[in-house]
């Protein structure tokens, strides 16, 4: 008797579960958990546009969550199972952002962000389009610039306020003050962000000015 792995499919033979996980290219499996969250995006934002009933809210939370795990997944499984791709690394930095600006806009929409909150919100954005020029300006002289373990926390910070504040006053009637918490942390990863942009824009600039002064 044929094995899952032995028969024929369509003339062609089917892979193994393993093998099929473990493929290479832009199906792989880290391409696919990084296709799944820029998938999560529009889903996300849908969710809302939604009028304010807390169901939407938990599932928009879910969501997130999973969004969010993939996050690190992806870049985990890539390294693990020697799965890294030129697509892989181009997509993965562009999903990050694109969550992040997406769900700050869509809550300062909703109003789950306000006030001097919004402020928080601008500095992370205009940080995000920064680091994004920069590194692609670097990319074309073939410097890059390493991740900071600042880098992480404030990742990390970003990607909890955004957990509380999708939740928001749904995860209020569950956890009085929850909005509030994700506001706090906001500020945080706020100010985290900005001594990271500082961080990367001077490396930047000293590889701006090595390169004028290698031209002159």
Known sequence: MLTLSQRPCFGEPVTSLTDAIR????WSLPNLLTYGRILAIPALVGLLFW???DWVRWIALAVYVVAAVTDYLDGWIARSWSQQSAIGRMLDPI?????????LLMLVHTETIRG????????ILCREILVS???EFLAELKVSVPVSKVAKWKTAAQLLALGFLVAGPAGDKVLPGNTLIGIIMLWIAAGLTIYTGWDYFNAGIRHLVEE???QS
């Open 51 to 53: 009028p304010k009933d």
């Open 133 to 135: 020029g920069l590194r």
């Open 212 to 214: 004028d002064e290698r």
């Open 23 to 26: 493929r290479r290219g832009p």
């Open 116 to 123: 001097w909150a919004v402020w928080a919100a601008i500095v």
């Open 95 to 103: 999903a990050d952002k694109l969550l992040v600006c997406a769900l």
